[in-house]
Structure formats: C-alpha cells, structure tokens
C-alpha cells in the first residue's frame, strides 16, 4: 500500500511519465501537465514543482527551425574548443580552470536564450510555490528541474522551499530518500517554528 501522496507539476509530458516511472510505485501520483491543467483535490503529502515553467498566458511555445540551428552551432563551436584547451594548458592548471569556467559560462547564455525563446522562467515556479504555501502551508514543496543552478537552488530555499533536486541527477530509491528527507526535515522546521510561537504567546501573557 502507497499510503503517501505527492503531486508534480511539470509543462513536458516526457518528464511526467518519468516521474511515474521513477515514483509510481512508492506514491499516490498526481501529475498536472502546467499550464493545461491545474491542481485539484484534497491536499498531498508533497508537492514536487519543476522550476522552469512556461506563462500560463503563453501556452507551449516553440523554437524555430532557424533559431535551433543557430544555437546548436554555437554548442558545437564552444564543445569543439574543449579538447583544444585540456591540450594547450594541461600544465597550467589556473590556466585551464578559467578557460573552462569561460567555455561553461558561454554555454549558459546559449541555455538561457533557449530558456527564455520557450517562454520559461524560475519566476513561474516561484510564484507557484508562492500561491502553494498560502494555499497548503502545511506542505512542503520540493523543486526537480533540470536547468537549476546554484544560484536557482539559493533563491528557491530562501523562498521556502524544502529541498531543489536536478533531474536525472538521483536514480528512484535516492530520489524517494531524499524526498522523505525533506518532509522530515520540514516537518520538523515547522514544529520548532510552532513551538517558538507558542512560546512568544506564553512570554507576552505573562506580562499582561
């Protein structure tokens, strides 16, 4: 008996079924396709948002033929410069680590004009999880995208957050594991913020 439920909202059908795959045998599923549908029912244990979500307003958008070409070539260009510079400066490790970092921070403004050519944004799974936490506050909500950076992670944590997971990262048993992590780790963040209210109602009793 699953006994547990979670809901994951994603805009690809693809990564849906993945989740079923990777999930359905642990949890009760849910899976919304964003924006086509919306999240029904009576609340889940867990709610798993991927970050990069398309406006509700624009639907699935699509690349040009054009505009994939041209991106692909500029992913070749930077790929092919890889084996060139791990020959040229193999003795200088500086030397090496600041081209790389060059290399990866061109094929990050080619990620980001893809992100942004598809009409997604992380604002869309912050305000999402926003509208969740007002809506569900006793729930913890959990980010799973692929494109999520370092920085993504920081942002999303601070907004609140239980955890941010890159996708394909984890195989099914280290994903459940770290999904349970983040419900106890919740659940006990949530205890403590109780117990410290409790604690502010008693003190200013007190004075009265």
Request: with cysteine.
């Amino acid at each position: 008996m699953k006994g547990r439920s979670l809901v994951f909202v994603d805009d690809d059908p693809e990564e849906l079924e993945s989740v079923r795959k990777l999930l359905g045998s642990k949890y009760d599923l849910q899976l919304v396709h964003w924006p086509l549908q919306r999240i029904s029912g009576r609340p889940p244990d867990i709610f798993v948002l991927d970050l990069y979500l398309p406006s509700a307003k624009m639907g699935e958008k699509q690349m040009s033929s054009e505009a994939i070409r041209e991106q692909a070539d500029q992913v070749q260009r930077i790929a092919a410069n890889l084996p060139v510079l791990y020959s040229n400066h193999a003795h200088d490790g500086k030397r090496l680590l600041r081209e790389t970092m060059t290399c990866l921070s061109e094929l990050r403004k080619v990620l980001d004009a893809q992100v942004k050519a598809l009409g997604q944004s992380p604002g869309n799974g912050l305000r999402l999880l926003a509208s969740l936490k007002k809506r569900y506050p006793g729930v913890p909500v959990v980010f799973y995208s692929r494109k999520i950076t370092p920085e993504d992670v920081v942002t999303v944590l601070k907004a609140g957050a239980a955890d941010a997971i890159r996708k394909r990262a984890l195989s099914s048993s280290q994903l459940i594991a770290r999904l349970e992590q983040a419900q106890r780790l919740y659940g006990t963040a949530k205890a403590l913020r109780l117990g410290r209210a409790g604690r502010n109602i008693n003190v200013t009793l007190s004075k009265v």
